[in-house]
């Protein structure tokens, strides 16, 4: 069964519900995930076919079953921040690329969402942005979300900082951030007070054009 | 970093758009990657075997000869190919090593030839995978106790003495290698031939001789020529005394030559003789002397300095000493049930020869050791069935642990060595990591150094930065990010150390407090961030870098460190605005510190670039001493 489920083409298959453990770990190295075709995904994303068959060569190196579960994720993401941990940051992270909450990022959703970050709008970079710090994807974001959210951040600095790390420079960042996006002061944020406070900032404005040549 | 890591770069900096919003200072321009974008097909000529990858793959370490710029050198433009005059077959290997990440050791290969194509190809062996790991560190072990061996016994041979040697240091070599000058070796063997005639005398004197006229009983030697054992025995041992004071002459470390084995033995040999001098000839206490005398045996172990076989012997009876102590207490516990089985087994006969169980622990021994003298021999019937069962028992126990022995210690002695290995192949490679990750921290401090450094002179930072590779750009520029975000910076260990000390030495030093009268938000000790909110908060867009090292500075001030006098060529534009901060920082005289504050980077004002002041000399100091080392030890796999 396991070798028939390999060979099954899968078209964005969600992953099915495991019974057992063994069969499940058994799915997990049989199951070989091969996404949608390159039409489909250049015609969904902004890439260009070049660069959709560099970005999956990478991601199919590293994960040849074709998914990436949240371990995997949290390793790969861990290994560029070494001087602190990074697991928590990796965690929403994980949580924000996948957007079917399926427990696992396909090719799919890790293209789609760096077509958003890299090559999409303003507006679409900043919504992304804030589901993001929307941990319970509530629609608002409060102080406690983007309390972990900052202090998830300040984790990946690690010990060792100019100046000292404080103990209270998380919750004093929260409050910056409050205080500057919270239009109406009502103790949480909405995706409409985000969108407008960032645009006023023309510094975020600026630093968004960055990252558009990462790939 | 490992292979695969480099291909989620774009990923992770496509993530730090997360970070923006948050950010507390305007994030720095990232690195432009000037190499084309476009993935493309590598040919690899290997002695005329092709092979071909993707550049993508070969630049996934670029610390390797394959991954960085270095493989220009063989490129042949007439054939569009990179030629490389190498074993083919080895390198298939290093390729798939590209590929898969693992480096895996053919078996069949000779060590030295795998060892120099890894040297070639810039690939540390370290990074061999843990499936081969263990059969490449034994070859290569072996390989390399196989040459030193050689080179040992070569340069034993051949080796001249040091010309400016001390007579005691000539003295010992001659002692330990006799084979270097005549005169040793003339000494070694006179030595070597007293100890003979000395243990050959001890024997001979025991053999009873002819009686001499008027005596009917058969005499010892010893007895008849007195005179002539004893004069033997005088200048054997006048021998040896003088040997044993000559080594312990010479012995560079006294106390530990007189510790050693051989010298204990040595002077177990020639004791007897010197106490026998001294005691009287007193009847009762010559009878202890005549034990004494056993001791003399012990001459016959000098020999194991004129013998290897014998020290080998000596070195596997001791390690293999839990295994002989097994062997004698499961013996001695079948000694035990056994004789205390006879001995109430023969207890009514009469005339038994068992008379106690001590005494039957001899009938034992004899009868477990198949040797049966017939001494001593059971009479009734239990006697005799449970003088079988012993018998047959004796085979079994003595038999079955001499084998076991002899592949115990075959095994313990190969495994001692093996674990011992791993023991310092793990401390070496947990050290290399933790060198490779201070590696990564050091290129990143040694990145921002760079950086501040090339923003004042252009030139230089060509020159600097023309030996990092993109990929590391890319993740020092997305570190950078992230100290933006959060308005802290890396740094190593010491200075935080240090940095921890200045805080805690004290926030009140006898300066001049011009400064702090100035900033009166400065006193507040718990941190920048409520004053940098407000700042930010009054800030203007246009004044944006000044503010913010405004900030900078004033967070220094709380440090209160020393400061140099801030010279004027650096952003006239910037200090203009920040004036009355310039000034008092220029006639600022600290006391205590440890810290100096260098000039604030060169900024222009249309960049956006980092204004801090980070490369403080300490941690200048720090980093250029280590940031070097991070070329060599560099590993490309975590």
Not at chain 1, 145 to 155: C, G, L, P, W
Not at chain 2, 437 to 451: P, S, V
Not at chain 2, 511 to 528: D, F, H, K
């Amino acid at each position: 069964m396991g070798a028939v489920v390999g060979t099954l083409t899968m078209q964005t298959k969600q992953r099915r519900p495991s019974r057992d453990k063994a069969d499940d770990d058994l799915e997990m190295t049989m199951v070989c995930h091969r996404p949608e075709g390159l039409d489909q995904l250049e015609a969904q994303t902004n890439f260009s076919k070049r660069e959709l068959q560099v970005l999956y060569r990478g991601f199919k190196n590293e994960c040849p079953s074709g998914v990436v579960n949240e371990d995997t994720f949290k390793q790969i993401y861990s290994q560029f921040f070494p001087h602190g941990d990074a697991s928590t940051y990796a965690h929403y992270l994980f949580n924000a690329f996948d957007t079917g909450h399926t427990g696992s990022i396909k090719f799919e959703d890790f293209v789609t969402a760096l077509s958003i970050l890299l090559r999409g709008s303003v507006t679409e970079k900043l919504q992304w942005t804030f589901n993001l710090y929307d941990i319970n994807r509530d629609g608002y974001i409060n102080k406690e979300e983007m309390t972990d959210i900052v202090r998830a951040i300040y984790d990946m600095m690690g010990k060792y900082t100019y100046p000292v790390l404080k103990t209270d420079a998380p919750k004093q960042h929260v409050d910056a951030f409050f205080q500057k996006m919270d239009k109406n002061k009502d103790g949480v944020v909405t995706l409409d007070e985000f969108l407008l406070s960032c645009q006023e900032d023309e510094n975020i404005m600026r630093s968004l054009q960055l990252f558009e040549n990462v790939i | 970093m490992a292979a695969g890591v480099a291909t989620w770069l774009p990923f992770a900096r496509a993530a730090a758009v997360g970070w923006l919003p948050l950010a507390k200072k305007t994030m720095p321009k990232p690195p432009v990657d000037n190499s084309s974008r476009s993935d493309e097909i590598l040919y690899l000529n290997v002695s005329g075997v092709r092979f071909q990858t993707w550049k993508n793959t070969l630049d996934r370490y670029p610390d390797t000869l394959l991954g960085s710029s270095e493989k220009e050198f063989f490129f042949n433009e007439d054939t569009e190919e990179y030629f490389f005059d190498r074993d083919h077959e080895m390198f298939r290997h290093i390729l798939n090593f590209y590929r898969t990440g693992k480096l895996h050791y053919p078996r069949h290969e000779c060590i030295q030839a795998f060892d120099e194509e890894l040297a070639f190809y810039g690939i540390v062996p370290e990074i061999i995978g843990d499936c081969c790991m263990e059969e490449y560190r034994d070859r290569k072990k072996e390989n390399q106790e196989r040459l030193a061996e050689d080179t040992e016994a070569n340069e034993v041979m051949d080796a001249p003495l040091p010309p400016d040697s001390t007579p005691r240091e000539r003295l010992w070599r001659a002692f330990e290698n006799p084979h270097t000058s005549t005169m040793a070796l003339v000494f070694y063997y006179v030595t070597g031939f007293f100890i003979a005639v000395s243990v050959i005398a001890n024997v001979v004197e025991t053999v009873p001789c002819r009686p001499p006229e008027g005596r009917v009983k058969d005499l010892p030697c010893g007895e008849k020529y007195q005179l002539a054992f004893f004069c033997m025995d005088t200048a054997c041992v006048l021998i040896f005394t003088f040997e044993y004071l000559m080594r312990l002459f010479a012995a560079p470390s006294r106390c530990k030559f007189m510790r050693s084995v051989m010298s204990v033995i040595d002077v177990v040999a020639i004791m007897p003789y010197y106490i026998g001098l001294v005691m009287p000839e007193n009847e009762d206490v010559s009878g202890a002397f005549v034990t004494l005398r056993v001791f003399r045996v012990f001459r016959i172990f000098k020999f194991s300095r004129h013998s290897q076989g014998l020290r080998i012997l000596g070195y596997t009876l001791k390690s293999c000493a839990s295994e002989l102590g097994f062997l004698l207490f499961s013996l001695t516990m079948a000694i035990i049930i056994f004789a205390t089985v006879m001995f109430y087994a023969e207890k009514g006969t009469k005339g038994s020869t068992f008379t106690s169980i001590p005494a039957s622990f001899w009938y034992t021994i004899v009868t477990m050791t198949t040797l049966g003298y017939g001494d001593m021999v059971p009479n009734t019937i239990a006697g005799k069935i449970f003088g079988s069962i012993c018998s047959l028992s004796g085979v079994l126990v003595i038999a079955l642990p001499v084998p076991v022995i002899v592949s115990n210690f075959s095994r313990i002695y190969h495994q001692n060595q093996r674990a011992d290995k791993r023991r310092a192949q793990q401390k070496v490679r947990l050290a290399r990591i933790r060198m490779a990750k201070k590696g990564t921290t050091n290129a990143f401090l040694q990145y921002k150094e760079d950086r501040a450094l090339g923003d004042r002179d252009s030139d230089s930072t060509a020159l600097c930065v023309k030996n990092r590779s993109a990929f590391e750009h890319q993740h020092h520029h997305l570190l950078h990010c992230l100290e933006k975000t959060t308005n802290h910076e890396f740094t190593d260990e010491l200075t935080y150390s240090e940095l921890c000390m200045t805080e805690s030495v004290g926030f009140r030093t006898s300066r001049s407090t011009s400064l702090s009268s100035q900033q009166g938000a400065q006193n507040n000790p718990t941190g920048c961030c409520p004053r940098r909110a407000r700042r930010r908060a009054a800030m203007r867009l246009a004044n944006s870098t000044a503010s913010v090292s405004r900030g900078s500075v004033q967070e220094l001030d709380t440090l209160h460190v020393k400061t140099t006098s801030i010279p004027p060529q650096t952003r006239s534009s910037l200090n203009a605005q920040a004036d009355d901060l310039k000034l008092n920082c220029g006639e600022q005289d600290f006391t205590a510190a440890i810290i100096s504050i260098p000039t604030p980077p060169a900024n222009t004002p249309d960049e956006s670039l980092p204004p801090s002041p980070a490369p403080i000399p300490g941690i200048l100091r720090n980093t250029r001493a280590t940031a070097y080392t991070h070329e060599t030890v560099k590993i490309s796999s975590l």
